[in-house]
Nanobody, 119 residues
Framework: QVQLVESGGGLVQPGGSLRLSCAAS????????MGWYRQAPGKQRELVAT???????NYADSVKGRFTISRDNGKNTVSLQMNSLKSEDTAVYYC?????????????WGQGTQVTVSS
């Protein structure tokens, strides 16, 4: 069993920065892709960024150039550095960890952390 604990959410002003972190704990397993998703009130959950075990990242067009995803494979953590924040970035952010064992894919989700961008 794997648990993901998120931290770093909060209230920031437009143009400010925030760093989210997600730590995986529990059973030992092979972690494949990791990522961040977000969901704003009344909107569908959307992908923000993903990163492969080798460090190859991809981003939603709306956050390219502003957000940076990173991971520490030794600590089983994934982070999201958010710069130049805009009001439209306001959402609950969820981290996701994908594992593969016995030729099966498993997904684990964090509890979600609120990010509010407002003056």
């Amino acid at each position: 069993q794997v648990q993901l604990v998120e931290s770093g959410g909060g209230l920031v002003q437009p143009g400010g920065s925030l760093r989210l972190s997600c730590a995986a704990s529990g059973s030992v397993f092979t972690i494949n892709d990791m990522g961040w998703y977000r969901q704003a009130p009344g909107k569908q959950r959307e992908l923000v960024a993903t990163i492969t075990p080798g460090g190859v990242a991809n981003y939603a067009d709306s956050v390219k150039g502003r957000f940076t995803i990173s991971r520490d494979n030794g600590k089983n953590t994934v982070s999201l550095q958010m710069n130049s924040l805009k009001s439209e970035d306001t959402a609950v952010y969820y981290c996701k960890v994908i594992t593969m064992r016995s030729l099966r894919v498993y997904e684990y989700w964090g509890q979600g952390t609120q990010v509010t961008v407002s003056s």
